[in-house]
């Protein structure tokens, strides 16, 4: 999923006619001193960060004349609100609001179909709204071969309860340029919350867009970078780069994302960083949990499936080992269809390459556990290249399990580090 | 020199440096490529390899990346053949950082 700062989505909301407040994008007083020129007092400044709950982090301030703009433009540039930090601001007018309510259209995985969600009660988040007052929100499904029509909206609105006829028009008609910006730009999420209804009608106040990633190399107009769901945080260098490998290729898929980008939180908790690559999710999973109890923190989740070619696996290989922290690294299958060798010959050439005076032989601990189709061959690569016999390095066939996988690894660490001391 | 080069599906190319084929005692790229290797794109033509498909077919698709013609040539043939892989932002992403990579460093 990549999600949209909120200056960008009602740029889309804009494209489609949905009324937005007049508005600019700015990172520097300077620019924000000139762009109130044209927008005049009170403003809004809003942090253009991707983590829900900006209001309550401070992240959204108002001025009323230049002395207060430049004090909030100075609080919020650099400020880092959970974890993300501030390098950009939505200055806006500020509307006059009369009453806000909460609109969205989202992929339903249950019904997997779309879904149009009203309620009345808006600016407040929709998960507090459905656990406190769930009668307040009102859902219809949208066929998706069919579209999603204004009298649709209209009956959906009704539910809603007291709202004017005028204004369910206007609502209405918002609700369908909604559902165009859903449909257009392959959105896993068009959220408009706080909705306001203002004096000339209706306009939306935020914007939440989540674009489903798989559909990115098509959504071109948007000139977002294509990676991997980050969570509420934007995706990282390194995330953008691995991102790539799939781009060209549709011959299986490597995700990668950085659970713990420059490993902070395995420092923080006492543990060692190591990188992991994982054929299957779940394996990926299980690794985990049987890596963390012993002291060794995944800094990366990577898990392909659809039977990469070889030169995937070449390419996140190098992704991996680039991140600087790791002090160990760990290839896991699980009891797999894929083709082992591609992966296997993926891999030893990027450790080639990595390591050219030893052959290809790593100097930080790795462990690689082969268990699928052709995990034999992919075993005999390591051996006939050398590679096998280097001292870090452990090549594991298909009785293996995660638990020992895990104990080998840190077995391994354990002498790396008497040894040499660590890197 | 002769050489044989092309493109491949997922954006790099791989070159043969065919004179050193000429004296290769296995071919064994083209055995790989015709067994394990899925992809079947090489054949020998005049004592050297050659390519089965056009340009084209090759790029798009045929050749199926599975680097095995790369590390049997090292292995058991003349090292006369090199696949390119690029990645260019990971080469930005390389350069931007403040602290090296662990394989750049000494034990
Ligand atoms: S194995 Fe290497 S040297 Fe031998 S024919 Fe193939 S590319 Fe040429």
């Given at each position: 999923m990549?999600?949209?700062?909120?200056?960008?989505?009602?740029?889309?909301?804009n494209r489609k006619g949905i009324p937005v407040p007049e508005g600019r994008f700015v990172q520097s007083a300077d620019e924000a001193m000139n762009v109130v020129h044209e927008l005049g007092f009170p403003v809004a400044i809003k942090a253009q960060v991707l983590s829900g709950r900006?209001?309550?982090?401070?992240?959204?301030?108002?001025?009323?004349?230049?002395?207060?703009?430049?004090?909030?433009?100075?609080?919020?540039?650099?400020?880092?609100?959970?974890?993300?930090?501030?390098?950009?601001?939505?200055?806006?007018?500020?509307a006059e609001v009369q009453r806000e309510l909460y609109m969205a259209v989202t992929a339903d995985p249950s019904t997997r179909q779309p879904i149009a969600i009203f309620s009345p009660k808006g600016g407040v988040d929709i998960e507090e709204t459905a656990e406190t007052e769930p009668a307040a929100i009102f859902t219809t499904p949208i066929d998706i071969l069919r579209g999603f029509y204004y009298y649709d909206a209209m009956d959906l609105l009704r539910q809603g309860g007291d709202l004017e006829s005028r204004q369910m028009l206007t609502l209405a008609n918002l609700f369908t340029r909604l559902y165009q910006v859903y449909r257009e730009y392959d959105c896993k999420l068009a959220e408009i919350n706080p909705l306001a209804l203002v004096v000339q009608g209706a306009m939306a106040l935020d914007a939440r867009v989540d674009i489903d990633d798989d559909a990115l190399a098509r959504q071109t107009t948007l000139?977002?970078?294509?990676?991997?769901?980050?969570?509420?945080?934007?995706?990282?260098?390194?995330?953008?780069?691995?991102?790539?490998?799939?781009?060209?290729?549709?011959?299986?898929?490597?995700?990668?994302?950085?659970?713990?980008?420059?490993?902070?939180?395995?420092?923080?908790?006492?543990?060692?960083?190591v990188g992991l690559d994982a054929v299957g999710a779940g394996t990926g999973l299980t690794i985990m949990d049987e890596l963390v109890p012993l002291g060794y923190y995944p800094i990366d989740f990577c898990d392909s499936s659809g039977n990469p070619v070889g030169s995937k696996f070449y390419r996140i290989t190098k992704v991996i080992m680039a991140q600087p922290h790791i002090e160990g690294y760990l290839f896991v299958s699980c009891v797999s269809s894929q083709q082992l060798d591609n992966a296997a010959r993926g891999i030893i050439k990027a450790f080639k390459e990595l390591y050219p005076r030893s052959g290809g032989r790593p100097n930080i601990p790795c462990v690689v556990v082969f268990r699928g189709g052709w995990d034999d061959v992919a075993v005999e690569l390591f051996r006939e290249h050398g590679i096998s016999d280097g001292r870090w390095i452990k090549v594991l066939g298909r009785d293996t399990t995660e638990k020992e996988t895990a104990e080998i690894f840190g077995a391994l660490y354990r002498e790396w580090k008497k040894e040499t001391g660590g890197l | 020199m002769k050489v044989l080069e092309f493109e491949v599906r997922s954006g790099g190319s791989i070159r043969i440096e065919l004179e050193k084929c000429e004296s290769c005692e296995t071919k064994a790229c083209v055995k790989m490529c015709n067994t394990q290797g899925m992809g079947q794109i090489l054949e020998l033509k005049d004592g050297v390899?050659?390519?089965?498909?056009?340009?084209?077919?090759?790029?798009?698709?045929?050749?199926?990346e599975d680097l095995g013609c790369e590390l049997e040539?090292?292995?058991?043939?003349?090292?006369?053949?090199?696949?390119?892989?690029?990645?260019?932002?990971?080469?930005e992403y390389l350069e931007g950082l403040s602290e090296q990579p662990t394989y750049l460093r000494e034990a």
């Open positions: 990549a999600r949209l700062p909120e200056y960008q989505g009602k740029a889309l909301f900006r209001g309550e982090a401070g992240g959204v301030l108002f001025a009323e004349d230049r002395d207060s703009l430049s004090q909030a433009v100075a609080e919020l540039l650099g400020k880092r609100i959970q974890g993300s930090p501030v390098e950009g601001l939505l200055l806006e007018e500020r000139d977002i970078d294509f990676a991997e769901e980050a969570g509420e945080r934007a995706a990282t260098l390194l995330e953008i780069a691995a991102a790539t490998i799939d781009e060209k290729d549709h011959r299986g898929t490597v995700h990668f994302v950085q659970t713990d980008p420059d490993a902070s939180y395995a420092k923080t908790t006492g543990k060692i960083p | 390899p050659a390519l089965k498909y056009s340009l084209e077919e090759v790029k798009r698709g045929a050749c199926t040539c090292e292995l058991h043939g003349n090292k006369a053949l090199v696949i390119t892989l690029p990645l260019p932002e990971l080469d």
